[in-house]
């Protein structure tokens, strides 16, 4: 199954899903070292993002989250592509300089859990704007 979205940052991965329901704030809820989330108030709190398809409803906080994604990516803990309800600037600047695949604004929402299951095989087109469902 193919959906269509927006490309935010080019690229092409496939992997396993992991999905949050809460926005995240890079700085202070992801440990860029290890790729395992620390914010105890995130639904997943204690996940590593690790080679994931991470998809959450967008980003918060710092701008400086833009640069934690980039640490990610440096120590070889970032997720292999992200999708969003709607990127922020911050997390479109993070999978930019990082050169990790995103998109958002998909035809239908990929964070209520109806569409995609945690764990599930996803595609992401960061370069043509889609996902496919594996």
């Known amino acids: ?16 899903a992991l999905i949050s329901k809460q926005e995240i704030s890079f700085l202070g809820a992801v440990n860029p070292v290890t790729g395992i989330i620390v914010d105890k108030s995130l639904d997943i709190y204690g996940e ?19 640069y ?12 292999y592509a992200m999708i969003n309800r709607r990127a922020d600037t911050i997390v479109a600047v993070g999978a930019i300089i990082a050169e990790i695949p995103a998109v958002d604004s998909l035809e239908i929402d990929p964070v209520d859990g109806e569409l995609i299951e945690d764990g599930e095989e996803v ?10 469902l594996q």
Not at 123 to 132: A, P, R, S, W
């Open 1 to 16: 199954m193919k959906i269509k979205g927006r490309s935010i940052s080019k690229g092409v991965a496939t992997g396993k």
């Open 123 to 132: 595609l992401v087109n960061g370069t043509e704007g889609y996902i496919e």
């Open 68 to 79: 934690v994604i980039y640490q990610l990516k440096k120590h070889g803990k970032s997720p």
């Open 48 to 66: 590593c993002i690790t080679n994931r398809i991470l998809i959450f409803p967008g980003g918060k906080g710092s701008t400086v989250g833009s």
